[in-house]
């Protein structure tokens, strides 16, 4: 068409358009429309008409197919009711040469669908290539383009501008009013305009029923309008390459529903990208809440690559919104601004799924929602990131109750990074809030100013990170319940970490919530706070300024300050519900904590450290039993260390002032004091269930102070304190709570390493610590002194277990407990106190408590005061003043005295329930004091001790109060109520000791002494044991260098015992010991035995009433005496030894025995049973029994418990029993008794081998020398003569006996008298007998009775057979009378001589023993004479019966079975002797014995007495040999064999005959033989042995060989177990013994081994395991086996540190050497918990005990320590110029003050300008005067206002150009003379810092003279060195007398100022003496010559006036 179809009209009721085509019937050609050359245009259907398929409503209408339109021109102004084309197919519109534009479809509504005003097609379309625009179209009630299926609109070159598509409300929502509409997909693309001011109803703009893709736009799309959505897309919308901004489009005006500007309804979402403008100014409202600019129902919404901001859109969603899909921002380039939203949305982007905001250039702000909604949300996740600038003044709705009411929130995880900007004032229900993570990091401004309902930051169900914040995060304002940084049901917590700024001026209201607070509900959450680099400060909040509840976790951040919880509780500054963490802080201090809140809390661990300053002026809440602690862990543990400050000022009226845990709690590494906190209970640490450990405190621990617990309370676990650097001092607790102290644990308590004094703590039970388990304090580097405990417990320390204190530097004195329990130390369990440097003094309780035991240690188990460097004195307790322990109490190693201790009831040392010992005393142990039980020193229940002391043990007092007797009170020194004692190793005496038993010792059982050095002495008890009282058992004093003597007791006056004692090698003497005269035992009373040996000196004047030196109720004895026994005395019995039931002996005694005096019986010894006395050096002598005036035998007294003995018996021993005398060495004379002057016995009496004589003996009644009442009496081996011993009134001169005997007499038997019968010897019921070779027996007489020598009684039976002998050999019996003849006469009998026959008794024929077996049956036993036969009825299976016959032969033992006799088994378990073959004598079958040797022993013996002879042969012949030869192989495990060897046969009638042999030298008789008597085990090899027979006096040989042959093989061998030695001391070897190996085998094995290839492998083995290889070797096949040698090296390295130092600072990288050396390699040296290198390294501040520890490769360590300290002296800068005052210093552990520095050089500390020291340098030269000071800059400025300026100093007025020299030095001209007028220049400033070492001018007015000049040979000191003309090239000259001499010496002179041109005059000046004749200096006096003199002497006075001013 060349033209155009144009202004075509279709009237009303025509039938079709312009073309119309039905095409029906299968023809699908279509229609066409080409190549129009012109334009369609103008063309008008006027009716309208409606049909059913719109014939004739378009102007081109095809029917049943599609239509194309292309190469037209403009399509414009047609009308039509249907619009320009309608296909019921396809269309297709392209190459439009013009616009389409001003293009009406005039009718609403066709029968099938709404019109379109260009084109529609009830399938798909497609308009391309439009050369101009689509425009100003109009659709009264549809769309401008619309297809039924996919439409696509391409290269358009113009605008798609001003449409207006109408539609009609009955229509359903969005199907009509679009300009463009597909009913499938929406392509638009390529537009070369813009799309702006078009108007639509429902999809006003676009319409896709898919999708609608519009991309490639030139333009933008701005100013469209529409009733419903903009553009709509059933799938999805896609906006890319919008070439302007999407602008002032608006929807929804009028209608009641929208969805909104830009809409998909399908997954597709809607995708805007590639916008090259902004998003802006766009409005979608409606009046119901829905609608947004960009919506996306179930998919997202994508703003990607925008030219421009988002911003001022307005939607009641906001500007997206996705139900259930995703949402992006992305590359935004500009700002998100100004955006609205009205409904429960977001103003900026909803997304029901996740949400992405990215790269957007410009800041987030101002966008607003005026309902409940934010600005961002997201159902899924949501990331924020690279905003260019920050989010602010955003303003949501102030309501939260989901994450849609967050300004930016996500129901699942919030991303918000990079953020070039701050977050500020902004304004909603949250802030920020994810239901899961939220993430807010890289922001580079502050989070601040921030106001929500709820919460800032936030998330529920995940964790909130915020990191990497550039500013702060402050000022922000949570009103309710909320946080700033918070979680609710938090599973991951919250982070917040890189904030380089503070945590400030935050503000949370309500009743819980906090600032950085996780998880509201308590399932979870921990919150961290990482890297602030601000404060944490000013914050108020409910619950938590950071608060978790899995944990929390602060590390590096500033100052956390002046915060404030406003909640009841619980909560906390820092609250994790499980664990929290803080670290790395500055000060903590002035937080006020409300209610049960604290500061840190975690329920499972709370860890704080690296607090870079203190910890101090914190409030923890009101007076509040159930809160607990600044730091709080309910469930577990808190940690607080490294606090670079002090812990101080803090107030909780709390149990656990600053840490309270249910487990443990560490506080450690603290910079400064803890000081002046308070509490209510537990000021420092509370620990529930678990420990408390408080360590390296770099201060004090003073002026504390609680209701409770003072410092630390472990309610369940230990409290240790330790490496305290200062005094714990002051701290107070009161008396609220049962056990207060300063530290309290129910396990043990710990304190160490105290560098300070432990002094003036108050406590209720215990000051320091009180435990129910252990307490120990160890190494405390001062005094503990004036501790005090206010209800007793114990003044320092208190254990429920063990408590120990060691290691104390200093006295530990005036410690003091007001009530029950102990004085100083007080332990349930095992009580120690050790090593302590000073004294021990005025420690105790209150005595008027019974229960205050241990005046300074109490343990209720054992009680331990060891190693004490000074003395022990003036304590006071009622029990144990020094120590009590129940179980065992020790004091030991005091170096100095024990003295004035005072204990009220017992103990004045040491008490103890049980054992007891104090040892090792270096000074002596001296006025103490027990005033009721006892114990002066020591009293225990147990074994009590004391032993190695120094010094004396000297005037003690033990119980002297007059008590009941029943208490037993007593002990001077040592009291044991209920066991032993014991003393041992005393290096002075014993002495002056007092108590009512046991002057010294008290003992429950036994004593023990021991080890004296010196006497013993001057003792006293009032009742028993002067020395010693044992009361139960036995008493020992042993190795006493000294005496023991003046002792006194009333029982016992050394010892009593009512067991046995033993008192021996005594150095010295002992004497005047005494006891009471009605008691027993001068020296010692036994209830048992007694003896008192090894004594050097003497035993004399001893006294008592029985036993004047021993008593013992069993045995007694003296042996080993140095000297004399003498002078000892008993009232009664015993003069020296008394055994009331049992014997007693003497022997071993190097002096005499002399002296001794017994009042009744025994004047030395009285026995209940044998009496001894033997080895007597010297002579017996002088020793009296009975009273001398009273000679009537028939009296008898009646004293105790002797009332039935004899009076005045036995003058040297009484025995019931036996009595001896043995070894004498000198006489035994002049003893004297009642009855038996030397011996008295009841039975057998023996006095033998005397080297003197036994004379002038006498008894007042029988026996001169002996007494027997009932036995044998003898006297024998006497060398001397028996002569002149007498019976004075009755019988026996020297013998009174039943047979009386004196063998070997010696000399002779002389002038020995008895007044009745027997002068020498008296038989009353025996015989008398003297025998005794060369004897003479002269002069003895009985006076008025028979028997001159000796007289035989027929005794009470009148038996005859008695006799008597007398025997003298070659000497002879003369002059000897009796009363009858005085012719010599020698015996004298009642009857013939006799002779006596014993005559012994028979056995009965059957004798039967009955035994019993453990676990068998009876066993019987019978034996028949005269062959013995045993029966056996009952036999138990496992018992052997063994039997032995005896038969004697001339009354010895001469054949047993089984050697000899062969036993035959009879039926019925009888055994019968057989063959018993006898040699021919007399026989008697002696006895039967029966062992069981299951049983171990004999279990039945019987004598027989049957006598028999055996007769036999005199000769043996005929006899036969063996055979020579006999061959034999070993026996298996024998190398050898058992070889039967007959014996030669001999004739059978000689029963007599004897076989013996050679080999075994085996005799047997006939019937014995056997196998023969040579039948024997013989070696391998040949053996020759001869066979011998005899009978009578015949014999016979045989000669027999003997080969034995070993055939066996070598079997096994087994080496020795594995050998274990440690190396040898200094060597990494050790010389092992290695055992030989056991071999298997019958004959020896030898052996050869790998190490050194002999037998024995013993050698010297290296560290490690060494194999060993033995090899055996005998005849046959060997065998080999190992073991292993392990030496191990046990020997700990010794390693070697420095000594203590002190350094800077400044200076604190320090070198040093910690070494070590091992026996074996090279040994690892480590640092123990701290990381300074063996070598040195950075030390920390303050004072630091470093500890190394060495380990060698074996594991065995050792360490060494040395305390460094690291300080540096500040000094004030007052002015703030960095230069501090001198004048004003502090010393300061690295820990610099404010306002003070490490600089003093400031010289005015007041002005900021002026701090450096100059020095006026008058000559130029460089140097200064130090007469001249000037405070000024560094410049050398003078101030204005110094009264000189420096025209002044220049010397020209107004002249300021002279340049002023350097501060260097001048260079001075080569050695010259003087000049006399050379120019000088004018003063000049020397800097003071820039002098070398101080070295001033000397002399200012001379240039040439100063500190650098050289020396000249001129006589002046030129160098300033003190010194004159000292240069080598300087003549020696005499000294110079100082002349005063003019010299003109330049001086600077100011000139009068009308002067031009000024010249130095020179002035001169007289030189002053240097030193006057007395040394004084002289004074300077300058004369002036010169014109101007005035002005001169004024200019300088002002100038000297001035700077001296300046200075001050």
Not at 578 to 588: D, F, K, L, P
Not at 845 to 865: R, W
Not at 1607 to 1619: H, I, K, L
Request: contains cysteine.
């Amino acid at each position: 068409i060349r033209g155009s179809i144009t202004r075509n009209t279709i009237m009303e009721g025509s039938f079709g358009g312009i073309v119309y085509a039905a095409h029906e019937g299968g023809n699908e050609r279509g229609f066409v429309l080409e190549n129009v050359e012109g334009d369609l245009s103008a063309n008008i259907i006027a009716s309208e008409q409606t049909y059913d398929i719109a014939r004739g409503a378009s102007l081109f209408y095809i029917h049943g197919t599609g239509m194309v339109v292309r190469n037209v021109g403009n399509i414009q102004d047609n009308i039509a009711p249907g619009g320009v084309f309608v296909a019921s197919e396809s269309i297709t519109l392209s190459n439009i040469k013009g616009n389409i534009t001003r293009n009406v479809a005039s009718s609403s509504q066709l029968s099938f669908s709404s019109p379109a005003a260009v084109a529609y097609s009830q399938q798909w379309m497609v308009v391309e290539n439009v050369a101009g625009e689509v425009t100003d179209n109009i659709a009264a009630g549809g769309s401008i383009f619309r297809s039924g299926e996919d439409f696509v609109m391409r290269d358009v070159a113009g605008d798609i501008s001003r449409n207006t598509a109408g539609g009609e409300e009955q229509f359903e929502c969005c199907s009509s009013g679009s300009v463009l509409r597909a009913d499938g997909g929406l392509v638009v693309e390529r537009v070369d305009g813009e799309f702006a001011s078009n108007v639509g109803e429902w999809a006003g703009l676009a319409y896709g029923q898919e999708y609608v893709t519009m991309r490639d736009i030139g333009g933008g799309i701005r100013e469209n309008e529409a009733t419903g959505t903009l553009v709509w897309g059933g799938e999805g919308v896609l906006l890319r390459g919008i070439g302007g901004p999407i602008r002032a489009n608006q929807v929804g005006e009028g209608l009641s529903s929208t969805y909104g500007m830009f809409y998909a309804w399908g997954e597709g979402g809607v995708v805007v990208e590639n916008v090259d403008g902004a998003i802006e100014e766009n409005y979608a409202m409606s009046d119901l809440p829905n609608g947004a600019v960009f919506y996306g129902a179930l998919g997202g919404v994508v703003l990607r690559n925008i030219g421009g901001s988002l911003r001022s859109n307005w939607a009641p969603f906001g500007l997206m919104y996705s139900f259930e899909g995703d949402f992006v921002i992305e590359d935004v380039r500009g700002s998100i601004r100004d955006n609205h939203a009205t409904e429960h949305a977001s103003s900026v982007a909803y997304g029901g799924g996740s949400g992405v905001v990215n790269r957007i250039a410009g800041p987030i702000r101002d966008n607003a929602n005026v309902g409940t909604g934010g600005v961002l949300f997201a159902r899924g996740d949501l990331v924020v990131q690279n905003i260019d600038g920050g989010i602010y003044r955003n303003v949501g709705g102030l309501f939260f109750a989901d994450p849609e009411d967050a300004l930016i929130g996500s129901e699942a995880s919030l991303t918000l990074r990079n953020v070039s900007g701050s977050i500020v004032h902004n304004t909603g229900g949250a802030i920020l809030y994810a239901d899961d993570f939220a993430v807010v990091s890289s922001i580079a401004g502050e989070i601040s100013d921030n106001l929500a309902e709820h919460s800032i930051v936030s998330a529920s169900i995940g964790g909130v990170y915020v990191v990497d914040i550039a500013g702060g995060i402050a000022r922000n304002r949570a009103n309710e319940n909320g946080g700033i940084v918070y979680t609710f049901d938090a599973d991951h917590g919250i982070v917040v970490d890189r904030i380089d700024g503070g945590i400030v001026d935050n503000w949370v209201g309500g009743s819980s919530g906090g600032i950085v607070f996780a998880g509201a509900n308590n399932e979870g959450g921990a919150a961290q706070v990482s890297n602030v680099n601000g404060d944490l400060s000013r914050n108020v909040a409910p619950e938590g300024i950071v608060y978790g509840t899995i944990g929390v976790r602060v590390v590096n951040v500033g100052e956390v300050a002046y915060n404030t919880l406003t909640s009841d509780g619980p909560g906390g500054v820092f609250y994790g519900a499980y664990e929290a963490v803080v670290r790395n802080t500055s000060a903590m201090h002035h937080n006020d904590m409300h209610g049960s809140t604290c500061f840190v809390y975690g329920a499972e661990a709370v860890d704080v450290s690296e607090v870079r300053g203190g910890f101090y002026a914190n409030v923890r809440g009101q007076q509040d039993e159930d809160a607990y602690g600044f730091f709080y862990a309910s469930g577990g543990s808190v940690a607080l260390r490294s606090v670079h400050g002090p812990l101080a000022d803090n107030v909780a009226g709390s149990w656990g002032g600053v840490a309270y845990a249910e487990e443990s709690v560490l506080i450690a590494d603290i910079g400064g004091d803890i000081r002046d906190n308070s509490a209510l209970a537990a000021t420092l640490a509370y620990a529930l269930e678990g420990n408390v450990l408080i360590t390296r405190v770099h201060g004090g621990i003073v002026r504390n102070t609680a209701l409770g617990t003072s410092l630390a309370y472990a309610d369940g676990g230990y409290v240790h304190l330790e490496y305290i650097y200062g005094d714990i001092a002051d701290n107070k607790c009161g008396s609220e709570y049962e056990y207060a102290g300063l530290l309290y644990a129910e396990g043990d308590v710990m304190v160490r390493e105290v560098f300070g004094n432990i002094r003036g703590n108050v406590g209720v039970v215990a000051s320091l610590a009180y435990s129910s388990g252990s307490v120990v304090v160890n190494n405390v580097y001062g005094g503990i002194y004036d501790n005090f405990a206010s209800e007793g417990g114990a003044a320092l320390l208190y254990g429920g277990e063990d408590v120990v204190l060691s290691n104390v530097h200093g006295s530990v004195h005036d410690n003091w407990a007001s009530g029950a329990g102990g004085g100083l130390v007080y332990a349930v369990d095992a009580g120690a106190i050790f090593n302590i440097r000073g004294d021990m003094y005025d420690n105790g309780c209150n005595t008027e408590e019974d229960d205050c035991v241990g005046g300074l240690l109490y343990g209720g188990a054992t009680a331990t005061l060891q190693r004490v460097n000074g003395s022990i004195w003036g304590h006071h307790a009622a029990s144990g003043a020094v120590v009590y322990g129940d179980v065992s109490a020790v004091v030991a190693d005091v170096a100095g005295d024990i003295r004035d201790n005072t204990a009220y009831v017992g103990g004045g040392v040491l008490y103890s329930d049980n054992y007891g010992r104090i040892q090792r005393v270096g000074g002596s142990v001296l006025r103490n004091r027990a005033e009721r039980f006892g114990g002066g020193v020591a009293l225990c229940r147990g074994d009590c001790a004391l032993e190695n002391v120094a010094g004396h043990v000297s005037y003690n007092v033990g119980g002297l109060l007059e008590i009941e007797p029943a208490l037993q009170d007593g002990g001077g020194v040592i009291r044991s109520i209920a066991a032993s004692v014991e003393i041992n190793n005393v290096g002075g005496s014993i002495a002056f000791n007092r108590a009512r038993s046991g002057g010294v010792a008290y003992g429950d059982e036994a004593v023990a002494i021991r080890n004296v050095a010196g006497d013993i002495r001057e003792n006293y008890a009032s009742y028993a044991g002067g020395v010693g009282y044992a009361r139960s058992a036995g008493a020992v004093i042993e190795f006493v260098k000294g005496d023991l003597s003046h002792n006194v007791a009333y029982h016992g006056g050394v010892l009593y015992a009512s067991d046995t004692i033993r008192i021996q090698h005594i150095s010295g003497s002992v004497f005047e010991n005494e006891a009471g005269t009605d008691q027993c035992g001068g020296v010692a009373y036994a209830g048992s035995a007694v003896s008192l040996d090894g004594v050097a000196g003497d035993i004399s004047r001893n006294r008592a009433g029985f036993g004047g030196v021993l008593y013992g109720d069993l045995y007694t004895e003296i042996h080993d005496v140095g000297g004399d026994i003498s002078d000892n005395f008993a009232m009664h019995v015993g003069g020296v030894l008394l055994s009331l039931d049992s014997s007693a002996m003497i022997h071993d005694v190097e002096g005499w025995i002399e002296g001794n005096f017994a009042g009744s019986i025994g004047g030395v010894v009285y026995a209940d049973e044998d009496g001894q006395i033997e080895n007597v050096r010297g002579s017996i002598a002088g020793n009296a029994a009975g009273q001398l005036d009273n000679f009537n035998y028939a009296s008898e007294v009646s004293v105790d418990r002797f009332e039935d003995f004899a009076y005045g018996s036995g003058g040297v021993i009484y025995a019931s029993d036996d009595a001896f005398v043995r070894n004498v060495g000198g006489d035994i004379t002049e003893n004297h008794a009642g009855l038996g002057g030397v011996v008295f016995a009841e039975n057998e009496a023996v006095v033998s081998e005397v080297l003197g004589n036994v004379c002038h003996n006498f008894a007042t009644i029988d026996g001169g020398v002996m007494f027997v009442e009932d036995d044998v009496g003898i006297v024998e081996g006497v060398k001397g003569y028996i002569c002149s011993n007498t019976a004075l009134t009755g019988r026996g001169g020297v013998i009174y006996a039943s047979s009386a005997i004196i063998r070997e007499a010696g000399i002779g038997i002389c002038s020995n008298e008895a007044f009745l019968d027997g002068g020498v010897l008296f038989a009353h019921d025996g015989s008398a007998i003297i025998h005794s070779d060369s004897t003479k027996i002269t002069l003895n007489q009985a006076r008025q009775g028979l028997g001159g020598v000796a007289f035989v009684s027929a005794g009470p039976n009148n038996d005859t057979s008695h006799q008597g002998s007398i025997d003298v050999g070659t000497g002879y019996v003369s002059g000897n009378r009796d009363s009858e003849d005085t012719d010599p006469r020698s015996l004298k009998a009642d009857q013939q001589q006799i002779t006596l026959d014993f005559v012994a008794s028979d056995l009965p024929e059957d004798v039967a023993v009955e035994v019993t077996f453990d676990g068998g049956d009876a066993v019987a036993n019978e034996f028949i004479a005269p062959a013995p036969v045993v029966n056996v009825t009952s036999f138990t299976q496992g018992i052997q019966l063994d039997f032995v016959i005896a038969v004697e032969r001339d009354g010895l033992p001469a054949y047993y079975y089984p050697h000899d006799v062969d036993v035959e088994i009879l039926p019925f378990g009888s055994y019968r002797f057989n063959n018993i073959t006898l040699p021919e004598g007399d026989y008697r079958l002696a006895f039967l014995v029966v062992e069981g040797c299951g049983n171990g022993g004999v279990i039945a013996s019987s004598n027989y007495t049957e006598e028999f002879s055996v007769s036999g042969c005199e000769d043996p012949h005929p006899i036969v040999c063996p055979s020579e030869i006999i061959h034999a192989s070993s026996d298996a495990f024998t190398c050898g064999a058992y070889v039967v060897v007959d014996d030669i046969q001999a004739s059978p009638d000689c029963d007599n005959v004897e076989f013996t042999n050679d080999y075994n030298s085996v005799t047997v008789g006939f019937n014995e033989r056997g196998d023969g008597s040579a039948s024997d085990v013989y070696p391998v090899g040949a053996t020759d042995v001869l066979l011998t027979v005899s009978a009578g006096s015949a014999s016979y040989d045989c000669p027999v060989r003997v080969i034995v042959e070993d055939e066996r093989e070598f079997t096994s061998m087994t080496c020795p177990f594995p050998v274990q030695a440690d190396t040898d001391a200094g060597v990494c070897t050790a010389q092992v013994t290695v055992p030989l190996p056991t071999a298997i085998d019958n004959c020896p094995v030898r052996f050869e081994n790998n190490i050194n290839a002999v037998e024995d492998a013993s050698d010297v083995y290296p560290v490690g395991t060494t194999r060993v290889t033995f090899e055996g070797i005998n005849d046959g096949p060997g065998s080999e086996c190992s073991t292993t040698v392990v030496v191990t090296d046990r020997e700990a390295p010794v390693i070697t540190c420095p000594a203590d130092f002190a350094t800077t600072c400044e200076e604190r990288d320090v070198f040093f050497q910690v070494s070590a050396e091992d026996n074996c390699v090279a040994v690892a040296v480590s640092p123990v918990l701290h990381d300074v290198s063996p070598l040195g390294g950075v030390l920390d501040g303050g004072v630091n005990r470093l500890t190394y520890e060495a380990e060698d490769a074996a594991g065995n360590t050792a360490q060494c320590s040395f305390v460094t300290t690291v300080e540096s002296t500040y000094y004030r800068d007052a002015d703030g110029d960095g230069f501090g005052d001198p004048d004003q210093s502090a010393v300061w552990p690295c820990n610099q003050p404010e306002g003070w520095v490490l600089d003093n050089t400031d010289c005015n500390d007041f002005n900021a300008e002026a701090w450096k020291l100059w020095f006026i340098d008058f000559d130029g030269d460089g140097f200064g005067n130090p007469a001249f000071p000037v405070c000024s800059d560094s410049n050398g400025t003078l101030p204005d206002s110094f009264p000189l300026s420096k025209r002044d100093i220049r010397g020209v007025p107004g002249n300021d150009t002279t340049p002023v020299p350097s501060a260097s030095p001048v260079p001075d001209a080569s050695p010259a003379p003087m000049p006399t007028a050379t120019p000088v220049p004018g003063p000049q400033l020397i800097a003071g810092d820039e002098l070398d070492n101080g070295s001033f001018d000397c002399d200012d007015s001379n240039p040439f003279v100063h500190p650098a000049a050289p020396e000249l040979c001129d006589g002046i000191d030129n160098n300033c060195d003190g010194q004159v003309d000292e240069a080598d090239n300087c003549p020696q000259s005499p000294p110079i007398v100082p002349v005063p001499v003019d010299v003109p010496v330049p001086v600077p002179v100011p000139v009068p100022n009308p002067v031009p041109n000024p010249v130095p005059v020179p002035v001169p000046v007289p030189v002053p003496y240097v030193v006057e004749e007395s040394g004084a200096q002289a004074p300077i006096v300058f004369s002036v010559s010169a014109s101007g003199a005035s002005a001169l002497s004024c200019s300088f006075l002002l100038l000297w006036l001035g700077l001296m001013m300046h200075a001050q």
